[in-house]
Nanobody, 116 residues
Framework: QVRIVESGGGLVQPGGSLNLSCTPS????????VGWYRQAPGEERALFVR???????ESAESAKGRFTISRDAKKNTMTLEMNNLKPEDSAIYYC??????????WGRGTQVTVSS
């Protein structure tokens, strides 16, 4: 069983930055997607940003411009860099990994709260 471990969430003031990290408990075979979904209060979990094998980025409109997804294959880690955060970015962020064999793994979520 693969566990997805997330870290980096927390409370930040508007305009601040956070980096979320995601690390599978073991190295996974070729990955199709690595990414982040988020669930804001009162809303369903939805795709926020994901990186396809080969580098193509797919993202929600709200993720464009202030958020950057990256992956370090050697360290088996994925990072979501979040800048100029706004209160509406407050949500639970879930790491998501899908392999070429269509196995899917989810993290348990990490809370991001943007508030003064």
């Amino acid at each position: 069983q693969v566990r997805i471990v997330e870290s980096g969430g927390g409370l930040v003031q508007p305009g601040g930055s956070l980096n979320l990290s995601c690390t599978p408990s073991r190295s996974l075979p070729s990955l199709l997607y690595v990414g982040w979904y988020r669930q804001a209060p009162g809303e369903e979990r939805a795709l926020f940003v994901r990186r396809r094998n080969g580098g193509t980025i797919e993202s929600a409109e709200s993720a464009k411009g202030r958020f950057t997804i990256s992956r370090d294959a050697k360290k088996n880690t994925m990072t979501l860099e979040m800048n100029n955060l706004k209160p509406e970015d407050s949500a639970i962020y879930y790491c998501y990994v899908k392999t070429l064999q269509s196995d899917e793994y989810w993290g348990r979520g990490t809370q991001v709260t943007v508030s003064s």
